[in-house]
Every structure is written in C-alpha cells, then in structure tokens.
C-alpha cells in the first residue's frame, strides 16, 4: 500500500467510522429480543435435526471458514495464534485441536448419514490468513501434513488490510515509505475469500452453507450436524451459537432483533436496565452472548457482497516512525485502527436463530497471556471435556 493509497483510505475509513458511531448512538435502544433455541428444545428434535445435518454434509452443502487472520496482540505469541502448542505433555497446536474437533463431528455425521461416509473431500476448509501471518500458517500446514485433511480440502486466502492513524487523524508509517497497516477487522472474509475466487471453487463442489469460526476457541464444534439441521429445519437462513450470559455484567455481545434485522449488540451499547432486563422464567431477556460460530447461506452472503459494512474504530497502541526518522513502541493507545466486524453481518440477514450451547462442552477462548480466557484457563477447560494434554 502506497503513502497516498493508504491517506486516501484513512480518510474513507474516517468518515465511515465517525457516521456508524453517530448513527449507533441515535438508535441507541432500539432492540427487541431474540426467541433462541434452547438446549432443552434442541434435544427433544435433535434425531431430526442430526439426520437433516448430516444427510446435507453427504451432499457436500456445507464449507468451514475458519477466521485466523488476527495479530493475536493481546496474546503475544511470536506467530500465528493457531501454531501455539497447548499441549502438557504432548505437542497439541491450536490448529490441531481444531481439526480434531472437526473430524470428530464428521464422524457423527457419518453414523447418522443416508449412504456414505462424510469425510473431508466433501467438508472443505477455508482459512482467512493476513499478509502478516499467511506465509508462516501455510508452512506450518504443510509441515503438519494438513493433520490428515487433505491437502486438497484445505483452501488458503488473505484478508485486506487497513492502515492507522493517530488521534488527529495522521497517518502512521512504519518507515520512510510504508504506511503501517493491519488486518482490518474479521468482517470482510467473504469479499476475500471471492476476490480470490475460492467462493466459485466451494460452489463448483456443491457448497450452500459456511459454517464460520475464529481461530482462538479450542473448544468450537464446527461442522456440527445438529446445528446445521435446527437451522434448516426451522426455516432459518442464519444461525449463531450462543451460551448464556453468566451475569448482566459479563462483557460479551448478545443476540436481539434490530429494525426488524436480527443483530448482535456490544455490552457496552446495552443500557443497564436492559442487560439486567428479566423473563418471566427468570433468565435474561438479552442473555444469549454469541461465540464466533455462525452458519450463513452463500447466496446471502452473495447478495450482500458489495455493500459498505461499518467500518469500527479501535484505539490501540500503534507502533511508528515519526518525520525525524525515530521509531517509537508507544506503551498507551496512541492512534486508531479501523475494523469490520463480523458480529455485523447478521443485520443484513432476514433471520438468524441464536442456538444455546453449553460453555463447558464448547467454548474455551485464548485470548490473553494470563487469567480469565488465557491458555491456562482453556487447557482447563479442555481436559475436563475429555481432551488429553
Ligand atoms: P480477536 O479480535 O479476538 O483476535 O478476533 P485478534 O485480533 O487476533 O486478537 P487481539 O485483539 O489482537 O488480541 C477473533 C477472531 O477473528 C480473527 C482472529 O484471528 C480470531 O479468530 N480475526 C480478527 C481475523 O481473522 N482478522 C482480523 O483482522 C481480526
């Protein structure tokens, strides 16, 4: 990206940052809640739902879009989130673990399907790199032998990136000549995945759903039958899993409906009174905080493609060389990021149904070095689901 290439997006980006903030803040309220489907209700139809999931997964309907374009920063692993080795005792990467949950949900799907057996010819993946991480996450599959997928069925593409400005609206360079840039957010993977013609490729082998999923739960169930069943069964055309809030207080975007749309809503865009909002059985009314494991159908995601999605703005410590040629590692936010979202996608979605999960069974994030949602805390959680570190 040239000097004036990336003063020409900032000032876009700029715009479109400043318009969605005053634009958020007017509707601010505007929420309705969302019906999920319960646990509960889930099991009484979960024959129905598996069968439905897994005879789509023999026609070979559904694709896997795995989001592993992040800089992980909070983290501070030197290199892709997904090659961190979580192990104890054995070497288990992120990646690994995955895929491993993914084979394992193959199998169910293959117990519960018509004919034949599904296996990874016919449940591609897809994984969203940036220009800062593709290479190193290509060499590590390719060292790893794809864990046993295939090297046909995993696909590889990278997202855009976006350059930073300070508080004033600067542009911030990494040297003399190169603006400093970054993922811009993991909201824009399905224009990516097009523009590198991988969207024609999933279609040509019979894709019609994407189950979409972030690099950092090592917990995710992806290509879960069940889930892809209750979704189409219900004659939904979106789908988001979901677990229940803790507490008012816990910091996770939850699922609603918004001018007729279904949405996600940050914590910090809740009022009080509606993060503490009651049913009458006594859970929280927007109570269903979601996991980063969607499934869209691709001729949605086609119809949306070419629309301007908000663009976010994040403050964030921003390294930078000033006019006098010094380079600075500031230890405050000393600019801003812009990002996409995919958390935004569901509103342009006609429904979406928010499917409870348990947080034990799935869903172990690493996102921090130490404490809550660290890899101490999922290696925890993944050994009391069974897994051997
Ligand atoms: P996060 O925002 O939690 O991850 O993204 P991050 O950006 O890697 O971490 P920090 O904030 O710097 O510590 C959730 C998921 O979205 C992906 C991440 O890889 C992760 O799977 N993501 C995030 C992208 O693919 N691209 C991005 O630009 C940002």
Request: glycine share 8%; charged share 30%; net charge negative.
């Amino acid at each position: 990206m040239t000097r004036e290439e990336a003063q020409k997006l900032v000032e876009e980006y700029k715009k479109a940052a400043f318009a969605y903030k005053k634009k958020a803040a007017e509707e601010e309220g505007q929420i309705r809640p969302l019906t999920p489907l319960t646990i509960e209700a889930r099991e009484a139809k979960e024959d129905a739902y598996v069968k439905k999931g897994s005879a789509l997964m023999e026609q070979g309907a559904l694709g896997l879009v795995l989001l592993a374009g992040g800089m992980g920063t909070r983290l501070g692993f030197d290199g892709p989130k997904g090659t961190l080795n979580i192990g104890r005792t054995r070497e288990l990467y992120i990646f690994e673990c995955l895929f491993n949950n993914l084979q394992r949900q193959l199998e169910i799907a293959s117990e519960h399907a018509d004919q034949s057996t599904v296996d990874p010819t016919k449940v591609p993946v897809c994984i969203m790199t940036s220009d800062k991480n593709d290479a190193a996450t290509r060499a590590f599959f390719k060292e790893h032998s794809y864990f046993g997928y295939g090297e046909e069925n995993v696909y590889f593409f990278t997202q855009e990136m976006a350059p930073a400005c300070d508080y004033e609206g600067n542009l911030l360079m990494e040297d003399e000549v190169t603006p400093a840039t970054s993922p811009n957010g993991n909201g824009g993977w399905y224009p990516s995945m097009k523009k590198a013609g991988l969207t024609e490729e999933l279609k040509k082998r019979g894709v019609k759903w994407l189950n979409v999923f972030g690099v950092d739960n090592v917990l995710a169930k992806i290509a879960d039958p069940v889930f892809l069943g209750a979704v189409v069964s219900e004659g939904k055309t979106c789908g988001s899993k979901a677990v229940v809030k803790r507490s008012p207080e816990e910091k996770v975007g939850v699922m609603c409906m918004r001018d007729n749309h279904p949405a996600i809503v940050e914590y910090y865009e809740l009022s009080r009174e509606q993060a503490a909002q009651r049913n009458s059985d006594g859970g929280l009314t927007y109570g269903m905080g979601v996991i980063l494991n969607y499934l869209f159908r691709m001729e949605d995601l086609d119809r949306i493609a070419g629309e301007n999605m908000p663009v976010h703005l994040a403050e964030k410590k921003i390294p930078y060389m000033d006019a006098q040629g010094v380079f600075h590692k500031p230890q405050e936010p000393n600019g801003y990021k812009f990002e996409i979202l995919i958390t935004d996608l569901l509103s342009y979605m006609e429904d979406c149904l928010p499917y409870e999960v348990l947080r034990q069974e799935e869903f172990a994030p690493v996102k921090n070095k130490e404490g809550a949602d660290s890899v101490e805390s999922a290696r925890e959680l993944l050994e009391a689901a069974g897994v051997q570190l």
